[in-house]
């Protein structure tokens, strides 16, 4: 069983940066794929960044492209999600998920472990 607990979270300002990190245990996290979700209040989860699980490959949503990154440091067994000029759009609560041995997916449903969340709030 593979436990994720992100943190990093809080309260900016528009145009400032954050970085979020997940922590996982219980695993190998070296053989798992990686994602950041967030969730806005009224809205559905969506998908933001991923890394396969070789670290090779990242993906983003156009919505925070260019100014995300996604990362991972398997000697740490953390991803990271570096985020800059932050949005009052991206508040929302950020979720990590993973999936073994897999690509990167965008569908919620696709990823078996994720974290409890942390709340991301950007303020005018």
């Known amino acids: 069983q593979v436990t994720l607990v992100e943190s990093g979270g809080g309260l900016v300002q528009a145009g400032d940066s954050l970085r979020l990190s997940c922590a996982a245990s219980g695993g190998t996290f070296s053989r798992i794929s990686m994602a950041w979700f967030r969730q806005a209040p009224g809205k559905e989860r969506e998908f933001a960044a991923g890394i396969s699980w070789t670290g090779d490959n990242t993906y983003y949503a156009d919505s925070v492209k260019g100014r995300f990154t996604i990362s991972r440091d398997n000697a740490k067994n953390t991803v990271y999600l570096r985020m800059n000029s932050l949005k009052l759009e991206d508040t929302a609560v950020y979720f990590c998920?993973?999936?073994?041995?897999?690509?990167?997916?965008?569908?919620?449903?696709?990823?078996?472990?994720w974290g409890q969340g942390t709340q991301v709030t950007v303020s005018s």
């Open positions: 998920a993973g999936r073994y041995y897999s690509g990167v997916y965008s569908r919620p449903a696709d990823y078996n472990y």
